[in-house]
């Protein structure tokens, strides 16, 4: 049984895992690399097993906590991410898509009841502009729905959901990362250990570095506008399906 296997057993389904709860795991690794490389009994299969069951009970909360964390990092970022970033993309103004292509999601959309306004209507009132195309956003998510988890839309979900999670995380992630690549080394430092345990422990201090480089310059509003985007374009393409109800 792959690990997947067992945490969807304790109630966590595909998106949960991917999206939620890998990016709060992500803010622990140093940790947990930390302490196995220092207290051997946590290298054990049993001390394996048994924090894995004795966690079971948080993985629901932990994952629940990163989407929380993402949530904030979505409403502060605006239109620069989520639902509001797809509704950003239909509108006139923006350049983004391409003016054809754009033109195509309207008239789709449009020959489903929703309304979309003219360019000229989008200069004189934006804020009714942007809730039409707020709404058709709502509405294209409700009829992708029955079938997402099938599709390339939800795996680009998947993505963004983690990119976003992650960067809720990161005040966290980064000063777990810190704390450890600190500590690792001043233990390295001051015991003793033969050389090839020394060399394995330089080789995590160099990971924990990698790790501080990865929050500090990777993980960023950018890597979340990225991710928004592919989903948004993969959202659009529904329009134009020749299947799509």
């Known amino acids: 049984m792959s690990a997947d296997d067992l945490l ?17 795991l992500f803010v622990l690794l140093p940790l947990f690399v930390t302490v196995a490389f220092w207290i051997p009994l946590a290298r054990t299969g049993s001390g394996v097993v048994v924090s894995l069951l004795s966690a079971c009970g ?4 932990i994952a629940q906590t990163a989407r929380r964390l993402g949530r904030a990092v979505e409403r502060r970022m605006g239109n620069a991410a989520g639902r509001k970033h797809s509704a950003r993309l239909l509108l ?3 350049a983004t898509i391409a003016a054809e292509t754009k033109a195509r999601y309207h008239a789709y959309l449009q020959s ?15 804020d009714t502009a942007f809730s039409r195309t707020r709404s058709a ?16 839309l939800f795996n680009e979900n998947i ?3 983690y990119h976003r999670n992650l960067y809720g995380m990161k005040p966290v992630g980064l ?15 001051v015991r003793p250990l033969d050389e090839a345990t020394l060399w394995i422990g330089l080789l995590i201090e160099a990971g924990l570095a990698v790790t501080v480089l990865l929050w500090s310059f990777v993980v960023t509003e950018s890597s979340v506008s990225d991710a928004s985007l592919a ?11 020749t299947t799509a109800n």
Do not use: M
């Open 8 to 24: 969807r057993g304790v109630g966590l389904d595909r998106y949960d895992i991917n999206a939620r709860l890998k990016p709060a």
């Open 58 to 61: 948080l993985l629901y909360l």
């Open 92 to 94: 006139h103004a923006d």
């Open 112 to 126: 489903h009841g929703l309304s979309i306004s003219a360019p000229e209507e989008e200069q004189v009132s934006p």
């Open 137 to 152: 956003v709502d509405w294209l998510l409700e009829h992708t729905r029955p079938n997402a988890q099938k599709t390339l």
């Open 159 to 161: 993505a963004y959901g």
């Open 175 to 189: 000063l777990i990362a810190v704390t450890a690549i600190t500590g690792h080394g001043a233990l390295l430092w």
């Open 231 to 241: 989903y948004a374009q993969q959202l659009f393409n529904h329009c134009e399906t």
